[in-house]
């Protein structure tokens, strides 16, 4: 065989052009078309009284965002749009997952923060219960908040 | 980094000695994660996403790991080295060649750690293991994430998780997917009724390179589909079950194989070494299909003198990129064939196999 090296210098384009990488394998299951194919069963979305809430018109005022964008490709833009688009969000991960609550892994930062909110709660509790003097019921929220504040 | 140096070593996923390695080729979990604040790579501008790579790519080279992850620029690789890295199942064909702009991998020298940056999420963590060991990968990506965090803030919601990109992956961003050798349950047609159970429980079944990708060489990946109101912990559970179920259905059909059928397979295998010991034209899915039967043959204890680990060595090298890197020049679809056909030949006559 002719050893004699041949070197070219190709982009991602030219390179598919002349065979040189395989193309991609033709599709089995396609998640996004699987979203896409929900999202088209679902629309266009009402409220309960069938009024007001039109998808069309959602936009995300941070990312820009539209429904229909969303529709067209299955991706949303940044984090904000889970609550931009929060009504025509919940019927798909209905569907997708069956769940609406995150059960599992939760950033240390966001544990402290969810503990110290809590503790805040129960002060305020703490604070009303010792206000129509029920004793019984301050004394068992300053325990729990001492228990919380040690675990902490 | 000098990829070629990848080039003699099989990596983590086809090391071929882990847990249920007669069945199972590898463990892989990933989580997708997203820097709070930062719109998703998809609507990221080109300013945005060079700011989210360097934030990352600091990140990631100040983690205190027993195995550094070094950082590959893929905007900056060839084609053929793109796609190296994708049949080596470091990156996703997405990020190698779909995806434009500000991007990366990092990956560590056992090629067990992978963290894609600027993917369809900002972040996509991988561990790869060798045979079925979710526990493993699930300690080790948890560490990784755990150190990640230091560093990073995620974009994180209380009811809804870790915000990603695409919602079919909110929650937990946690993929698991175990890649099984299916031979004797595709040669007795179960592998069908199989699939039609999996999906019932939300299981999602697919071939070798991922999402949209077919089944070859009876290579299938199992994974969980829902992300979002199980735990990470459940999903798991749910997938070891459903393996250790599966390994059975595999084990028993193996076993009616060399009952029922014992001349026949073993006439099957030996054809399968003979085609690739001679054949001077050989496609990459043809290969594929003849190293699965040659791999069961070595299982069912019908071939001797070869090892299961060069059956790994011959599928990894006889993919398109790793082809074009052994043979040091480019070559178009017909070479490419020629040179597969080549190299099997050569490696085979070299370990000297052959029917008994």
Redesign the interface.
């Given at each position: 065989?002719n050893k004699k090296?041949?070197e070219?210098?190709?982009?991602?384009g030219c390179?598919?052009e002349?065979?040189?990488?395989?193309d991609?394998?033709?599709?089995?299951?396609?998640?996004?078309a699987l979203?896409q194919l929900l999202m088209t069963q679902l629309a266009p979305v009402a409220d309960a009284e069938g009024d007001d809430l039109d998808p069309a018109s959602l936009t995300c005022p941070?990312?820009?965002?539209k429904y229909a964008q969303f529709r067209a490709?299955?991706?949303?833009?940044?984090?904000e749009d889970?609550d931009v688009f929060l009504p025509v969000?919940v019927p798909?991960?209905e569907r997708?997952?069956?769940?609406?609550?995150?059960?599992?892994?939760?950033?240390?930062?966001?544990r402290k923060q969810?503990a110290k909110n809590e503790i805040a709660d129960l002060k305020t509790q703490l604070d009303d219960a010792i206000a129509v003097e029920d004793y019984e019921e301050a004394a068992r929220l300053r325990d729990c908040i001492r228990g919380k504040e040690a675990a902490g | 980094m000098n990829l070629d140096r990848l080039l003699p070593n099989l990596g983590e996923w086809l090391r071929g000695n882990g847990p249920e390695s007669d069945i199972v080729i590898s463990t892989r979990i990933r989580l997708a994660r997203n820097l709070a604040g930062s719109p998703f790579s998809n609507r990221a501008s080109a300013a945005q996403k060079a700011e989210t790579e360097v934030r990352i790519r600091d990140a990631i080279a100040t983690l205190d790991l027993p195995h550094k992850l070094d950082y590959v620029d893929v905007s900056k690789l060839t084609p053929i080295d793109r796609q190296f890295l994708i049949e080596r199942q470091l990156m996703s064909r997405e990020l190698g060649s779909v995806l434009e702009g500000p991007r990366g991998v990092a990956f560590d020298e056992r090629e067990s750690v992978s963290v894609m940056v600027n993917e369809e999420d900002h972040l996509r963590l991988q561990v790869m293991r060798s045979g079925v060991a979710l526990d493993e990968a699930w300690a080790e990506i948890d560490h990784l994430d755990d150190l990640l965090e230091t560093k990073l803030t995620y974009a994180f919601h209380e009811q809804f998780g870790y915000l990603t990109a695409c919602p079919t992956n909110v929650g937990t961003g946690m993929r698991a997917s175990v890649m099984l050798h299916l031979p004797a349950l595709s040669l007795t047609k179960e592998i069908e009724k199989l699939f039609r159970s999996l999906q019932k429980i939300n299981l999602v079944v697919r071939g070798l390179y991922g999402e949209g990708s077919r089944a070859s060489g009876d290579l299938y990946q199992i994974s969980n589909q829902v992300t979002l109101g199980k735990s990470e912990g459940r999903v798991l559970q749910e997938i070891r079950e459903v393996i250790s179920q599966i390994l059975q259905y595999e084990r028993r059909a193996r076993q009616l194989l060399v009952k029922e059928r014992k001349q026949a397979e073993q006439d099957r295998v030996a054809r399968a070494i003979g085609t690739l010991g001679s054949a001077t034209m050989i496609t990459s899915e043809e290969t594929m299909e003849l190293l699965s039967t040659v791999r069961l043959g070595i299982q069912l204890h019908l071939l001797e003198d070869l090892p299961a680990t060069t059956v790994n060595q011959l599928f990894i090298h006889t993919q398109a990129a790793h082809l074009q890197k052994l043979m040091g020049t480019p070559l178009d679809g017909e070479e490419r064939n020629s040179a597969r056909a080549k190299y099997l030949r050569n490696k085979l006559r070299e370990l000297g196999a052959s029917q008994r």
């Open positions: 065989m090296k041949r070219m210098h190709l982009c991602e390179a598919r002349q065979n040189l990488i395989p991609a394998p033709s599709p089995q299951l396609n998640l996004p979203l941070d990312c820009g965002l490709d299955g991706r949303l833009g940044c984090p889970y969000l798909i991960l997708v997952h069956r769940g609406l609550q995150h059960q599992g892994k939760t950033p240390k930062a966001v969810m | -």
